[in-house]
């Protein structure tokens, strides 16, 4: 989360929204008893990335720095 933020944010910002996201997890597993954490895993929102929407993203942002692009699916 850390690494996402502090690109937008700085890295002040980033830290302290990354505490404040800790300490909400803590408040909410101290809050319910019967609450479990769950990792979701280091990869979970790289497998979330919509791969249409991101090669377009990436397509326009070449295209909008003067480079002609052809897209042709790897082998």
């Known amino acids: 989360r850390y690494r996402r933020l502090v ?3 700085g890295k002040r910002k980033a830290l302290v929204a990354v505490a404040r996201s800790i300490l909400v997890i803590i408040w909410h597993l ?4 019967t609450a479990r954490y769950h990792d979701l895993g280091a ?6 990335i919509n791969t249409t929407r991101r090669t377009n993203s990436l397509v326009r ?4 720095l003067g ?5 042709q699916p790897a082998t």
């Not at 990869?43 to 979330?48: A, G, I, L, Q, V």
């Not at 942002?61 to 909008?64: K, V």
């Open 67 to 71: 480079h002609t692009v052809t897209l």
């Open 61 to 64: 942002q070449l295209e909008s």
């Open 7 to 9: 690109t937008r944010r």
């Open 43 to 48: 990869d979970f929102h790289d497998r979330r």
């Open 30 to 33: 101290l809050a319910d008893p």
